[in-house]
């Protein structure tokens, strides 16, 4: 069995090769077998797996990984769209506008 996915790059925006740890899986009809994290590795049942966002097969679909991993994958893509929106160059702010008859 090929043990090679695809892991999304949230900076990069690509897709790099990724060797997964043995026992990764995308999917398994009794959710009592023991799998590994696609990503760090641990073992664990498969039914405790999340579908990872970044790690994926020819297909897009999403191997199972860890709570902790996942969680590091969401945050992962969470900073990955804060930059996005982060503009290049801070705006200055607006001076208050002076108004002679106030004073
Ligand atoms: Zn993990």
Request: net charge negative.
């Amino acid at each position: 069995m090929q043990n090679i996915a695809k892991k999304w790059d949230w900076e990069i925006k690509e897709y790099k090769d990724y060797i997964l740890p043995k026992g990764a899986s995308i999917f398994e009809e009794d959710t009592d077998k023991e799998v590994s994290c696609a990503s760090c590795g641990i073992r664990m049942l498969f039914g405790g797996t999340y579908t990872s966002n970044s790690i994926h097969d020819e297909t897009g679909f999403g191997y199972g990984v860890c709570r902790e991993c996942h969680s590091e994958e969401v945050e992962e893509r969470e900073k990955a769209r804060e930059k996005k929106q982060k503009p290049l160059f801070d705006m200055p702010k607006p001076k208050p506008e002076y108004n002679p008859d106030y004073e």
